[in-house]
Structures are given as structure tokens and as C-alpha cells.
């Protein structure tokens, strides 16, 4: 089976929708610039996108054609054919030995692999800033208290009162 284009597809379905890259973006909750980026080729929308899109396309051969790149990301994403379980149970010792048997794509797999590495790198970015924020809020609330000290310091030190706004400065 060729490699289908999937640039040429969303746009023809997204024409056949008759809506602008702005509005596929807002249905798909995606960037303007992403589409875009679909549109030319630079990148490709990942499995859940191009489902999304297949439910809003009217049946057509545009839809057969959605059809058709939604068994290609799915070969590329989980090459596991189906009627051929693992050999392990899933979970269990060995069953990313089963999935490397001879036969099956490692593209899939290696796949799944940079996909994990990088959610893992962006998790680890997350969670730096998370605590650093959380660190520079501690700080905050710390300013805080000590203002809040000094401030009830000075309000007893002038005896309690505060003068009145209005008051003339002494000459």
C-alpha cells in the first residue's frame, strides 16, 4: 500500500467542510498554525485529530480517503495486527520481548518510544516550573506576613491611630 498524503486529504476535507484553517482549528482545539503545518506537509496531526475529523466529514470520498489515513497512522502508531495477541500477557514479564518478534514493524515501536521520551522530557520541564513558581509564592507570602508585621508595628507605634487624611503637615 502507498503512503497516502495526508496535507492533500485535510485539505480537501477541510474545503469540502467549507471552513477556513481558523475554524478546523477551533473544531479540532488546535492552533491555526498547526493546520497550516498539516496543510503543507511540515506535520502531521496525530490519531485523535484525524479521528475527530472523520466524524465531521459527510460521507464522500473525501471520508473514504480519512478512512484510509486512519488504518496508516494506526499501522505506524500500534503495528500489532489484529487476531495476533502478544505472547505475554500485557503488563507481565516480557511483553515488549513479544512485540519485537520477528514479523512485526519496529517502526511502531520505536515510534512509541520518542513519543514517551519526549512526554516524559515535557513532564519533567513541567514540573521544574511548577516548583520554582511554587518556590517564588512561598517568597511571596512570606513578603507578605512581614509586611503585614511591620505595618501592625507602626500602627502601634503612633498610639493606634492613624492621622486623618485631611490633616494640614505641620509648618
Not at 14 to 21: A, C, F, V, Y
Not at 55 to 62: F, G, M, R, Y
Not at 100 to 120: Q, S, T
Amino acid at each position: 500500500m502507498t503512503a497516502l498524503n495526508p496535507a492533500k486529504i485535510i485539505r480537501r476535507v477541510r474545503q469540502r467542510l467549507d471552513l477556513s484553517q481558523e475554524g478546523l482549528s477551533r473544531l479540532l482545539n488546535a492552533t491555526k498554525g498547526a493546520v497550516q503545518h498539516w496543510e503543507r506537509g511540515r506535520n502531521n496531526p496525530d490519531l485523535a485529530r484525524v479521528l475527530a475529523l472523520r466524524q465531521l466529514c459527510p460521507p464522500s470520498a473525501e471520508r473514504k480517503e480519512l478512512d484510509s489515513l486512519i488504518r496508516q497512522v494506526q499501522a505506524q502508531v500500534a503495528p500489532l495486527t489484529p487476531g495476533q495477541p502478544p505472547a505475554a500477557k500485557p503488563g507481565g514479564k516480557g511483553a515488549w520481548a513479544a512485540l519485537l518478534v520477528p514479523g512485526y514493524p519496529k517502526e511502531g515501536l520505536e515510534l512509541l518510544r520518542r513519543e514517551n521520551l519526549r512526554f516524559r522530557r515535557q513532564v519533567t520541564r513541567l514540573e521544574t516550573t511548577l516548583q520554582r513558581r511554587t518556590e517564588e509564592l512561598h517568597i511571596l507570602q512570606d513578603l507578605v506576613r512581614e509586611l503585614e508585621r511591620e505595618k501592625a508595628l507602626l500602627r502601634v507605634g503612633a498610639g493606634g491611630k492613624e492621622p486623618p487624611p485631611s490633616a494640614p503637615a505641620p509648618a
